[in-house]
């Protein structure tokens, strides 16, 4: 189901990154302003307000208690998903490539950078924790070949426990499965040790990037807050200004 979910949610991401890059060969000065621009400014500002209304009802506990015996935070979990990106794409064909504003400009780059953070919180994350999961079970095993292959070494005679003249070069070359020692306790210590390593190390740069992931997630929590503001804002302003509604 995640796995559709994600398929789903990139494509339609792409698609509003092209359709937003349309600004570049194409402006409609007249189009937000007209019926069907309308529309679509509408039909994609309800369906902003999802996630508005899944926070709530995560949040509120006098909502939650009341809503979710019908409809389960899971299931508003994935609404939220689904309107949050189909409602900017909506947004997007509603203005017609015209940015002339300051809000109007600061409002679409917002919205953008709310579906780009919700992405990364979302799939990245996730992605990242399983990796390190993963890792760490193989590390687990790795550890465990180690120390066998030490025991190994140990007991193995003097003659074939000399360490290789240049351990890092033996390491690397070990790594890549061209051990200078093939074979031998000395050789497999090193592969070992080497692969150990690796794991290491590429769990340290998962943690990195999961850390960077929940940073986006914070960010999106942060910048969705503004866009309901810039959207507000925005609405106010077309009505204030008038709409033209010439179809
Ligand atoms: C206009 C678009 C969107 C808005 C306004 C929006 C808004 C929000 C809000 C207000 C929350 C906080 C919920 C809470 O903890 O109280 C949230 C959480 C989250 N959003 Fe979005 N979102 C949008 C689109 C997306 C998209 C497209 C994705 C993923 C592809 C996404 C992924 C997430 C994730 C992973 C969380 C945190 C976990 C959770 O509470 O579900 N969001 N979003």
Request: proline share 4%.
């Amino acid at each position: 189901m995640k796995e559709r979910e994600r398929i789903v949610v990139t494509g339609v991401l792409t698609v509003l990154f092209f359709a937003w890059l349309g600004f570049l060969f194409h402006r409609s000065p007249r189009f937000a302003g007209s019926g069907v621009g309308a529309a679509f400014g509408i039909a994609g500002a309800v369906l902003m307000l999802v996630p508005l209304a899944y926070m709530l009802v995560k949040r509120v506990p006098f909502l939650n208690a009341w809503i979710t015996p019908h409809v389960s935070l899971q299931s508003w979990q994935t609404a939220h998903v689904y309107a949050g990106i189909f409602g900017p794409l909506l947004a997007i064909v509603h203005t017609g490539h015209k940015f002339n504003s300051v809000l109007g400009i600061t409002l679409t780059a917002v919205m953008l950078l709310v579906v780009v953070s919700g992405f990364i919180g979302r799939y990245l994350l996730s992605f990242e924790t399983q990796e390190i999961k993963d890792k760490l079970l193989l590390l687990q095993t790795a550890r465990g070949d180690l120390d066998s292959a030490w025991g190994a070494l140990e007991n193995s005679p003097p003659e074939v426990r000399t360490l290789p003249k240049a351990p890092l070069l033996a390491a690397g070359l070990a790594s890549l499965g061209l051990g200078i020692q093939s074979g031998g306790p000395v050789g497999e210590v090193t592969a070992i040790a080497e692969s150990v390593a690796d794991l290491e190390y590429a769990i340290r740069t998962h943690e990195l990037f999961k850390r960077w992931c929940s940073v986006w997630l914070k960010l999106h929590l942060v910048l969705s807050m503004l866009l309901y503001v810039l959207l507000g804002l925005h609405i106010w302003a077309g009505i204030h200004l008038g709409l033209r509604w010439s179809l």
